[in-house]
């Protein structure tokens, strides 16, 4: 009977909530029941609950991390399509005021034969302890970068081999329009950052979180610099230092695990590097992380600074909020991560010691870059299962889609900015930037 009556209910959620979402897409029960989300919905693409149990945690703790765990865990699956394509099939707008919009009594009135019992099921190894994060962010002596940036990055260099480009770049690519490849996208990126940061034969270039290596060599290659490249994770350090050594390019290239801030250099460099490594950084660090720019470049040195961002709100004294969406992404993908602001990041860099040369928003070139990531990650997925799990696999490809549909909205922007270390007297660049796109 119990079973009858939550069956019943959960149409009756699904006809309400499809009057307010009207998405393409439909919602599959455990009972193996399909319900359309919409006005003449297809069912190719489906929302399945695996258990009743799951629309009883969603009850109980209604949130964007319960979704995490539930689709991690499998009580909630996506079937026919990955997550990225189900989103494709509704209007986010819809969906995200979708709870001020339905009727709360009523859905209130039919949730409750889900309130009993009911089972629960945990992600495992697939998040990590968030609540043992807590103070970890004040400051580098009680942030646990190193266990951060493992857990993200040391899942695996073929995993990551499944939806990457063969340079192995972890970063939002530059396209220059609809036909260019994701492997095209991201060497036009290498080389556009090289113009950006005016390389020459003979300089020396310290790569600020190496990732596989595909600056570090990109640069030495095909602009004759020196480069010393530092990264956290034991993986990628030994993929790039094998790639090093492929390419004949040990004598141009030292690579090491350490912590940027430790550096401890007899001389400066003539350009500093960061690709999407600062999200790592904290707030609380943000400063510390300038100054050490400044303290390794030499006095006109030119600093490239790429980082995903958050838009900003309102309430200016509100600088570090944290949103349902970044609560889930530090727990199980990014552990602690947390986003600037183009704003604050312009303003550090001035009153820390640099002059703000240029700054490009690179936001549909993410959009296209992460989109292109979960397609691939979804064609490979057995692959990827065999390698890391169902979870993380499932995880991950959520992940992509948030991202592409937070960069696609604007809620989520990624920018390249380029500072030199202030000094008297001229630039010594060139007055417009027709050089860089060449």
């Known amino acids: 009977m119990t079973q009858d009556r939550r069956v019943q209910a959960a149409r009756r959620i699904a006809s309400h909530i499809a009057e307010h979402l009207q998405a393409d897409l439909s919602l599959q029960l455990w009972t193996g029941e399909v319900l359309p989300l919409g006005p003449n919905a297809r069912d190719d693409i489906r929302i399945v609950l695996t258990d009743p149990g799951a629309v ?83 400051d580098k002596a009680a942030r646990k970068d190193k266990d951060f940036i493992q857990f ?65 060599c990109w640069a030495a290659r095909h602009y004759g610099v020196t480069v010393h490249g530092v990264t956290l994770s034991e993986e990628q350090l030994a993929f790039a230092r094998a790639k090093v050594e492929r390419l004949g390019l040990s004598d141009r290239i030292t690579l090491e695990l350490r912590d940027y801030r430790d550096l401890d250099m007899s001389d400066h460099f003539d ?38 961002v958050r838009r900003g709100g309102s309430d200016p004294a509100n600088i570090a909020p944290q949103t349902h969406a970044t609560r889930a992404i530090s727990r199980f993908i990014f552990p602690g991560g947390e986003l600037d602001t183009i704003g604050m990041t312009v303003t550090n860099l001035g009153r820390l010691g640099f002059e703000v040369l240029d700054v490009e928003d690179l936001r549909e070139h993410f959009q296209r870059t992460t989109a292109e990531w979960s397609r691939r990650l979804m064609a490979r997925r057995k692959e990827a299962v065999a390698m890391v799990g169902e979870e993380r696999t499932r995880l991950w490809l959520i992940f992509f889609a948030m991202c592409a549909k937070g960069f696609e909205r604007g809620s989520i922007l990624v920018y390249q900015t380029v500072a030199q270390r202030r000094r008297a007297g001229p630039s010594g660049l060139p007055l417009d930037r027709r050089s860089l796109y060449a």
């Open 271 to 308: 350009a500093i590097s960061q690709v999407e490594m600062f999200e790592h950084v904290g707030f609380a660090n943000h400063d510390r992380h300038f100054l050490e720019m400044k303290r390794l470049l030499k006095p006109g040195g030119l600093y490239f600074h790429q980082a995903s």
């Open 56 to 138: 009883r945690r969603l009850i109980l703790k209604p949130s964007l991390m319960t979704l995490f765990e539930l689709y991690g865990a499998g009580d909630v699956r996506i079937e026919g399509g990955s997550p990225l394509e189900a989103a494709e099939r509704w209007d986010h707008g819809r969906a995200v005021h979708l709870p001020r919009r339905v009727d709360k009594s009523l859905i209130a009135r039919e949730l409750l034969p889900f309130l009993m019992g009911g089972r629960t099921r945990s992600v495992g190894d697939a998040a990590y302890d968030v609540e043992g994060m807590a103070g970890q962010r004040q």
């Open 152 to 216: 993200h990055y040391d899942v695996g260099n073929d995993f990551y081999g499944l939806f990457l480009d063969p340079e192995m770049v972890y970063s939002s690519a530059y396209y220059a329009d609809d036909t260019t490849s994701l492997e095209e996208a991201q060497t036009r990126k290498l080389d556009l950052i090289c113009r950006k940061l005016r390389l020459k034969p003979g300089q020396k270039l310290l790569d600020v979180g190496c990732g596989w290596g595909g600056l570090s």
